[in-house]
């Protein structure tokens, strides 16, 4: 096999582990274990390290002095320079880059950490919020069939006090849209004033009553939806 097609299987290899690497990191490929990123990492440091070394043995070290051109020619560095000056500097910024490398480890291993904690929290509120998800649209339920019992429809303002499960039912759904506030809970008053402003937000209201219909349900859904999911 000649040395050529050697370079180039060595170079496939580094270019395939370099894309796999910086894809894995970035989050692009998923479903890349951790432990299996590491060692794709310490891979590509040590093909980086290897191609270091191959390029500094085309160079005679045995010389008074290094020609800086030599080395970047060695390097195959596409760029131009005016002067020595800048030469030296791109070639020590490259080395400083190299240096750091361990912080660059480190602080790889800190965003993994911090993005499964992330991802911990937010199946979390996932689970939160489906929770509420169901208690709130079982609410609802259970105020229709408040209002199928009413025969189709619920004054609010009709003997209030023999609707305590009606009210109750009405707290519980407010809970959850947050529109209740400290003194509200079990207050028949304080809960019609809320159903008012309900009424009022959606151009349903009467003046002089507080009818609770299907339709007024749909409009308590429509009030869920805007606020846990928001377009």
């Not at 290899?13 to 894809?23: E, N, P, Q, R």
């Not at 191959?54 to 060695?74: R, T």
């Not at 009413?150 to 529109?179: H, M």
């Not at 009553?209 to 007024?216: A, M």
Request: proline share 1%.
């Amino acid at each position: 096999m000649e040395i050529r097609t050697i370079i180039w299987i060595f170079i496939t290899i580094f270019s395939i582990t370099a894309i796999i690497t910086l894809l894995g990191i970035t989050n692009i490929i998923k479903g890349i274990r951790e432990k299996y990123l590491d060692k794709l990492f310490y891979t590509l440091i040590i093909e980086v390290v290897i191609a270091v070394i191959a390029v500094f043995q085309g160079i005679d070290f045995n010389k008074e002095s290094i020609q800086l051109k030599a080395v970047i020619k060695s390097a195959e560095i596409k760029k131009e320079f005016n002067n020595e000056v800048e030469e030296a500097s791109f070639i020590v910024e490259r080395l400083k880059e190299s240096l750091r490398v361990p912080d660059l480890e480190v602080k790889l291993k800190k965003v993994q950490k911090q993005n499964i904690s992330l991802e911990e929290e937010l199946d979390s509120c996932s689970l939160s919020l489906s929770q509420i998800e169901k208690s709130f649209y079982s609410k609802i339920s259970k105020l229709r069939d408040m209002i199928s019992y009413y025969s189709g429809s619920i004054n609010l303002n009709y003997k209030a006090e023999e609707k305590q499960k009606v009210f109750r039912t009405l707290e519980d759904i407010f809970e959850i849209l947050g529109y209740l506030k400290d003194g509200d809970s079990e207050n028949i008053k304080a809960l019609q004033s809320q159903y008012k402003q309900f009424e009022k937000r959606n151009g349903v209201h009467k003046r002089g009553e507080l009818i609770i219909t299907e339709f007024e349900t749909t409009l308590l859904i429509r009030e869920y939806l805007n606020k846990f999911y928001p377009i």
